[in-house]
């Protein structure tokens, strides 16, 4: 079946931009998980949601970033005012359950703030 | 604070030998243990898994070893073949109190396996 989809596959935004980012996880996974991949660096976790609520933001860098999942399935990476910092492949994963270990990548959206 | 240690950054191993990838961590919460494999523009894809429990793991060309005394792990493929050129990642496992498994990653080993 389809795998992890995450759109755009690259953004370039100016410095203090909005930018929206979109994961569409395995259908039937009940728990997403958003990390980001500095260059050189391995992912590291941002949020993660089961279900429609977001359980663990504890990786969440600072309150310009915010993520939604309405209805359980489509989430949505936001981030306000953006900083040449923010610059990274941004990874969204999907695993069938919240306890399971293996959790299935998307191939990221490189983001570019200049 | 690197929770999860990958102190090699790169690897070339000739075809048909035995790759070695090792990776070092200093959390004893960490209850699960995963190898990913990354290609370029790609998301990572799980490889081999281990729990704690268990100080060997195998599949086919692949295993994994942990030495829990030592907080050490090792990826053996044998024999290497050029599709196996990739970024490796160590990756280790926490039960959040949220009730989701967190993942912690290494930095990498990009490994090259050389015709």
């Known amino acids: 079946g389809a795998g992890v989809s995450q759109t755009p596959s690259n953004k370039v935004t100016e410095k203090g931009k909005y930018v929206e980012l979109r994961c569409d996880p395995i259908?039937?996974?009940?728990?997403l998980y958003w990390y980001r991949q500095s260059l050189g660096q391995g992912p590291e976790f941002l949020i993660y949601?089961?279900?429609?609520?977001?359980?663990?933001d504890s990786g969440l860098p600072n309150d310009r970033f915010f993520a939604v999942r309405p209805e359980g399935s489509v989430s949505t990476l936001k981030i306000q005012r953006t900083e040449r910092g923010d610059s990274a492949v941004y990874l969204c994963?999907?695993?069938?359950?919240?306890?399971?270990?293996?959790?299935?990548f998307g191939p990221g959206t490189r983001l570019t703030v200049l | 604070d690197q929770q999860v240690k990958q102190n090699s950054p790169s690897l070339s191993v000739q075809e048909g030998r035995i790759s070695i990838l090792n990776c070092d961590y200093t959390?004893?919460?960490?209850?699960?243990f995963l190898w990913y494999k990354k290609y370029p523009a790609e998301g990572p894809t799980f490889l081999i898994s281990?729990?704690?429990?268990?100080d060997k793991n195998e599949d086919g060309r692949f295993t994994v070893f942990l030495n829990k005394s030592a907080k050490h792990l090792s990826l053996h493929i044998v024999p290497s073949q050029p599709g196996d050129s990739a970024v490796y990642f160590c990756?280790?496992?926490?039960?959040?109190?949220?009730?989701?498994?967190?993942?912690?990653f290494g930095t990498g080993t990009r490994l090259t396996i050389i015709p």
């Open positions: 994963a999907s695993s069938y359950f919240a306890g399971s270990n293996e959790q299935f």
């Open positions: 259908s039937g996974h009940t728990a």
């Open positions: 949601f089961q279900g429609t609520g977001a359980a663990d």
């Open positions: 959390n004893s919460m960490f209850d699960y």
């Open positions: 281990i729990s704690s429990i268990k």
């Open positions: 990756a280790a496992s926490e039960r959040s109190n949220f009730g989701n498994e967190k993942l912690t």
